[in-house]
């Protein structure tokens, strides 16, 4: 993060533009809508500043001494010299400084903004590309109605009563949540505020029945990708108290969830459980059983491979509530994204997905059905026993010929894929550095992944 995201709160304070062109006017249209006090120094004043309300116009060229008593101060002229004294002075001075297209010599820089007030978005590239910043802040404006101001103000209003009514800050999130995801902001949505009003009025008479209730949403995180969540599985991660996830859940996932949430790693190897099965079923019941809302996130889906089903028959057990998200599976996602079809009418009539350890710690399948032509063979957490694997397909009759994709974080800007064939796999990537997650595909359909292959660079 090059940039920390700030708010400041500029009302009557003293603010310097350096500059009074067409790019300072548009500088200070902005302040203005802080309502700071502007005062503008240049050679030259344009007719279209001399005409604004409510500036100090100061026609004279900068000096390093005009800088004093100011909270900010925004370099908008043609001239680098210019820009580059005041930058430097302003520094020297410890006056937060912007220099209009010259990141480099800026403390600060303007993002593109949705006004909603009180509530305000800023949107930023940091420099890199202010029209992509603005093309962003174009699909927010589209999606966040001007009439979310309107219920923010409303909000505000009964901020102090909601506080005194209900006095735990948790099942005060709880009553916000539902007011602002309820009939009070559809009605202030449809422009009946008064209505609204009564409404908020009325559900705070109605809070003796407002107590946290347990519950547990099971989410599959999906292969990697932040972006291939589901809609529900986003809204529940952001009302969640409580966050449980394991070892395959990405940072950027974990950034989606609600920023308060407490979060607990989980995380799981093969042979190295940090957290035994039957702890993290317990965790599940108490927390919930403490009236928390615990998103419980597992890689791709919690039904397949994810020991999911073993949580809820705890959870059911126990009486605890829980939902259920399904997400898309480690197969799903890495096979797509590696441009290989898991199904193909000309190669594969079915597709098997099995586990590459067991309970154990064993690689023990059914190794007759597993070598069946005409199929795809999809293995999870198989790459310690990959070796086996290779040797037991071609035991039990699989050509040695036959294609096989190793995929390392599919679906992710980090995404690798290998291909090779039963035979060549284990020697091609012999002294590579491969490391979980890593998903195997075997069978003709790998033999597409050069022409279909679409997604990030692969081998």
């Not at 940091?126 to 603005?134: F, H, N, T, Y």
């Not at 957290?275 to 927390?287: A, F, G, R, S």
């Not at 126990?318 to 997400?327: K, M, W």
């Not at 067991?358 to 790459?383: C, E, F, H, R």
């Amino acid at each position: 993060m090059d940039y920390f995201p700030l708010f400041f709160k500029l009302s009557q304070q003293p603010c310097l533009v350096i500059g009074a062109g067409n790019c300072a006017a548009r500088k200070i249209e902005l302040l203005q809508r802080a309502n700071a006090k502007i005062t503008v120094i240049a050679r030259e004043i344009s007719p279209q500043i001399s005409a604004m309300q409510g500036l100090t116009l100061v026609q004279k060229a900068f000096e390093a001494n005009d800088l004093s008593g100011f909270k900010l101060v925004i370099s908008a002229t043609n001239d680098i010299e210019t820009n580059q004294q005041v930058s430097f002075h302003a520094k020297q001075q410890n006056v937060w400084v912007n220099v209009v297209d010259s990141p480099a010599l800026c403390d600060f820089i303007f993002p593109s903004i949705v006004d909603r007030s009180p509530i305000t978005i800023a949107v930023s590239s940091g420099g890199a590309s202010p029209v992509l910043a603005r093309l962003l802040r174009a699909k927010i404006e589209t999606i966040i109605p001007p009439t979310y101001g309107v219920l923010a103000q409303l909000a505000e209003k009964f901020r102090e009563a909601v506080k005194k009514t209900i006095i735990r800050p948790p099942m005060r999130r709880i009553f916000w949540e539902n007011v602002l995801q309820g009939r009070v902001a559809e009605l202030v949505f449809a422009g009946q505020t008064e209505t609204a009003e009564n409404e908020l009025e009325f559900a705070l008479t109605q809070t003796e029945a407002l107590k946290a209730k347990g519950e547990v949403y099971l989410i599959g995180a999906g292969p990697g990708a932040a972006d291939l969540l589901t809609f529900r599985a986003l809204r529940l991660m952001q009302q969640a108290d409580i966050v449980v996830y394991d070892r395959l859940v990405s940072a950027d996932i974990l950034d989606l969830a609600r920023r308060d949430s407490e979060k607990i790693y989980v995380g799981k190897e093969r042979s190295n459980h940090s957290v035994p099965q039957e702890e993290i079923n317990e965790l599940l019941v108490t927390l919930a059983k403490e009236g928390k809302r615990v998103a419980r996130l597992k890689g791709g889906d919690p039904f397949i491979f994810g020991r999911g089903g073993e949580e809820i028959e705890t959870l059911m057990e126990q009486g605890i509530a829980f939902q259920v998200v399904p997400g898309i599976t480690a197969a799903n996602g890495c096979a797509s994204y590696a441009g290989i079809p898991l199904t193909h009418r000309d190669y594969a009539q079915s597709c098997i997905f099995v586990t590459g350890h067991l309970k154990d710690d064993s690689v023990n399948l059914n190794w007759t059905q597993l070598a069946t032509p005409n199929q795809t063979v999809v293995i999870y957490m198989g790459l310690i026993g990959l070796e086996k694997i290779c040797q037991s397909l071609i035991s039990h009759g699989s050509s040695p010929d036959l294609p096989i994709a190793l995929i390392q974080q599919g679906t992710t800007v980090h995404q690798r894929v290998i291909t090779a064939t039963l035979s060549t796999l284990v020697e091609k990537i012999n002294g590579e550095k491969f490391a979980p997650p890593t998903l195997i595909i075997i069978g003709s359909v790998v033999d597409l992944h050069q022409k279909l292959n679409w997604f990030a660079t692969s081998k």
